[in-house]
């Protein structure tokens, strides 16, 4: 019974497949084009946002204490980058905001850097960060595709 069970689902299969027509291995799938290359009015579109200035690049009178632990440079698109981790006892949005725009005149000649604030002597924890955007290029390659900070940073301190 069971093997009569077992022909008739084969057979049910077979005669299902033939309804749907011949299929073929060596079918080719879909394959989207390729995307183009880099061309020169991109490239000079990005010279051109590089030289826009965003913000102002003066140092603050006085800065909480704070070292630069590890700076990671990189180019891409076209811009320049660097991310930092930044070591400070300091506390809070406007303790940071002085050590950013510190770090903004330092890194003036970077489109966009990325800081995270740290303190080592409680065993690296993360009590927030920031974004400086030096350029409009900057300002794109980081997310800001509609306007830059208007003071040319972002800060963004741990809630405590």
Do not use: C
């Amino acid at each position: 019974m069971a093997a009569l069970a077992l022909l008739a689902a084969f057979a049910f299969v077979l005669l299902w497949r033939v309804g749907e027509g011949p299929v073929s291995a060596l079918e080719t799938p879909y394959v989207r084009a390729a995307p183009g290359i880099f061309d020169q009015e991109q490239r000079e579109a990005s010279e051109d946002l590089a030289e826009i200035r965003v913000g102002s690049f003066e140092r603050p009178e006085e800065v909480p204490g704070y070292e630069v632990l590890d700076e990671r440079a990189a180019e891409a698109d076209g811009g320049h980058s660097a991310q930092l981790v930044v070591d400070t006892r300091s506390r809070g949005r406007e303790d940071f905001t002085l050590i950013t725009r510190d770090l903004k005149a330092r890194y003036s000649g970077y489109d966009v850097v990325s800081v995270e604030f740290t303190d080592t002597s409680e065993v690296l924890d993360y009590h927030g960060g920031a974004i400086i955007v030096n350029t409009a290029l900057g300002a794109r390659n980081a997310g800001f595709y509609y306007a830059p900070p208007s003071e040319g940073y972002y800060v963004r301190p741990v809630d405590q």
